[in-house]
């Protein structure tokens, strides 16, 4: 039996169609049924990873894996507060997000960005945002807003 392969191309393809079906039925609504895309990927590759209960280590650990992967070639991050600015370059899926933005569809999922909220909030219970994706330059700029504690009723 022989192993098949499909192309990355393919792949690419296929999620720009699902992501744009998805737009054309919810809009702006479909970014908040997204945000656990990469769960999976995320309880078996990253969460072992993390070692450490702090924003930066956990960040850390994620684009590790994101390059160990080869999913990124790079991951840039700056906090600032509760503003977390992340740059990814070389992303296997930057073409589909740049195929969406020529169409007129605002970028409204990232999966390096859905890893990182998954971290903090699994590990610390904080919630966060993805507030902002910006595609310029074969980047994807992200702004992630990551919230105090979540509050506990008791």
Known sequence: ??????????????IHDLEKAFWDERGKGARF??????????????????QEKDVEPIIEAIKQVLREEGIVAEVSHQL???LLRV??????????EQKLVAK????????PANLIVLAIEEVLDRPVELAEIKVEDGACNLLLVVFDSRPRFE
């Open 104 to 111: 007129g569809v605002e970028p409204f999922t990232c999966i």
């Open 1 to 14: 039996m022989s192993e098949r392969q499909a192309s990355l191309e393919y792949f690419n393809s296929v």
């Open 87 to 96: 740059q990814v370059r070389g992303c296997l899926h930057v073409p589909v």
């Open 33 to 50: 049924r997204v945000t656990t895309v990469g769960r999976d990927y995320f309880l078996n590759k990253c969460l072992p990873k993390i």
């Open 80 to 82: 600032e507060d509760k």
